[in-house]
């Protein structure tokens, strides 16, 4: 299969479908890798004595971080098609930290059979090691009909 490749064929599609599970480990390193390639260098992600003062007690990784890890799922779940056009509606509940173990999951929530299309709309999440939600909402994309 290829990098871009679904890992899911249009028949896997089907309502309450689980996704590929994703586990992500997070170090202040990564932290600092997607800093230096975002050139986000907020001193809450990067500056560890200035974060253990302020009132999150610590570094937290940037949101997008984990929008990564998302979409990374959502890549391996559909492939090309996730990577053209797929869409994503989240709230960010709890900070990602340091030494968090995040778990990446979601499921298809409906498919919609359209004229030339299938509409998959998919509940997403991310949780830390505590069960604590990270990000949840939704994602949607289009698929060719079959």
Known sequence: MGETESSLGLSAAQKGESLPQLVKNITQEKINLYAQASGDFNPIHVDEDFARKSPLGGTIAHGMLILSYLSQMMT??????WLSGGKLNVRFKEPARPGDVITVS???RNTEQEES???VDCNV????QRGEVV??????LRLPRK
Not at 76 to 81: L, T
Not at 135 to 140: D, F, K, P, Q
Request: net charge negative.
């Open 76 to 81: 391996i779940a559909f492939g090309q098609n």
């Open 106 to 108: 979601g499921n298809i």
């Open 117 to 119: 299309e299938v509409r």
């Open 125 to 128: 999440l991310c949780q830390n």
């Open 135 to 140: 990000v949840a909402g939704e994602s949607s």
